[in-house]
């Protein structure tokens, strides 16, 4: 990040009234007082500052410098961001100011420029406390440094070759309230396709891709994959054995995007965690379902059947930029056995929109927006709104 202009045009007038005031003085004593001391005071103010300079800018091409931090950790965390300044030139340093630029993730205590000194002897290391703000990936780098010489007439600065650092802030997993008719509705989808899967897997051949095949319950087996519904109509306990290439597995999409503010990082973070919370759910019911995202331009799918799993995406959102392909929504979303798509977004515009219409093509579409959104632009099955407390309401179209 450049300097502000206001500092820039700080150190030319220091710079400036310096050189005038040692001019001034340099004439007082030449024309008025003594001529030969004039002289050797001219010739001094004119060595001392050359030299100065020389040191300084020397010192500023022999200064390597690196940046560490955690890569991972949980939102309101306090961490400490190392910046280790190494002098490889045989000279003393005159005196460095180094100041720590960060993404709006992350809220430094100080936030003033650090000043000091240092000597070739060993590395100097300076601590920049900060505190995880909000969750996603934010970056830390190193938004200048430079070295002053020893009259403070003249800086230069070190070349930056310090890697910027990329720090995940892990999300929560809240508790939702208000969540209870979109899960059931979400639910029944589930087991109307499930259903529907059973009763023609006996159309396909051994050649085909067969759907759920079910068996009879037998003590030991995970209580999560039982039928229930299939159960009550047989009159006794089935379990699923899920094949993988015709699980029906609903699929939470976050259609998010890079933010650089605070206030839009905040309504990103609520969205992340109340996706988060109903996945949470889902996996709470024995339903195995899918979270797309996008990170680094790429489109990311993750299966997730347990709470452990949940967790392990939490962390894996954390390290995501939400940079996608052009696409609001993954393309390949559509060919998923989904059943039922939760779109979690942000943007609720005419352009997410039109990709919700294709969408509802290959299932049930429910879109969840933050509270105070205008949803009057989005065409979808059922449209919710998210608050800063987790509470989920219906909007009625």
Not at 217 to 242: C, E, F, H, Q, T
Not at 290 to 304: E, F, I, K, N, P
Request: glycine letters at 6%.
């Amino acid at each position: 990040m450049k300097r502000s202009r206001f500092a820039v045009m700080a150190d030319r007038l220091k710079l400036v009234f310096g050189l005038a005031a040692m001019a001034g003085m340099a004439y007082v004593f030449t024309c008025y007082l003594d001529a030969d001391i004039g002289v050797v005071i001219c010739a001094f103010l004119l060595l001392a500052p050359l030299i100065s300079a020389l040191l300084a800018w020397y010192a500023s091409r022999h200064i390597t410098v690196s940046l560490g931090s955690p890569s991972c950790l949980a939102k309101g965390r306090h961490f400490v961001v190392k910046i280790t300044i190494t002098a490889t030139g045989k000279l003393p340093v005159p005196f460095l100011r180094c100041q720590i630029g960060q993404d709006a993730n992350f809220t430094p205590e100080d936030g003033r420029m650090v000043q000091c000194a240092m000597t070739p002897a060993e590395p100097l290391v300076i601590g920049s406390d900060m505190t995880a703000e909000y969750a996603g990936c934010g970056l830390i780098f190193l938004e200048s440094l430079r070295v002053s010489d020893y009259l403070g007439l003249f800086s230069f600065a070190v070349k930056n070759d310090a890697e910027t650092l990329k720090v995940g802030v892990i999300p929560a997993i809240p508790s939702l309230s208000g969540a209870a008719k979109m899960l059931h509705t979400v639910s029944d989808v589930v087991l109307t396709q499930d259903d529907e899967e059973e009763e023609s897997a006996a159309a396909f051949s051994s050649q085909s891709m067969p759907g759920y095949i079910h068996r009879d319950y037998v003590p030991g087996d995970n209580l999560k994959r039982i039928n229930y519904k299939l159960s009550a109509k047989r009159g006794k306990l089935m379990v699923r054995m899920d094949e993988a290439a015709a699980t029906v597995r609903p699929s939470v999409v976050l259609d998010l995007q890079p933010e650089m503010t605070a206030e839009l990082l905040h309504k990103r973070q609520t969205l992340m965690e109340g996706a988060l919370g109903f996945l949470l759910l889902l996996v709470q019911q024995g339903i195995v379902c899918s979270l797309r995202y996008a990170a680094d331009g790429v489109w990311h799918c993750l299966y997730l059947e347990s709470e452990d799993a949940v967790r392990m995406a939490a962390v894996e959102l954390a390290a995501a930029d939400f940079r996608n392909d052009g696409n609001r929504i993954d393309l390949s979303a559509d060919q998923e056995r989904a059943g039922a798509f939760l779109v979690y977004t942000s943007r609720p515009d005419e352009r997410l929109s039109a990709r919700l219409v294709s969408l509802r093509n290959a299932g049930y579409v429910c879109c969840v927006c933050p509270s105070g959104s205008d949803t009057s632009a989005l065409t979808a099955d059922a449209l919710w709104l998210l608050a800063e407390d987790h509470s989920m309401t219906a909007v009625q179209k």
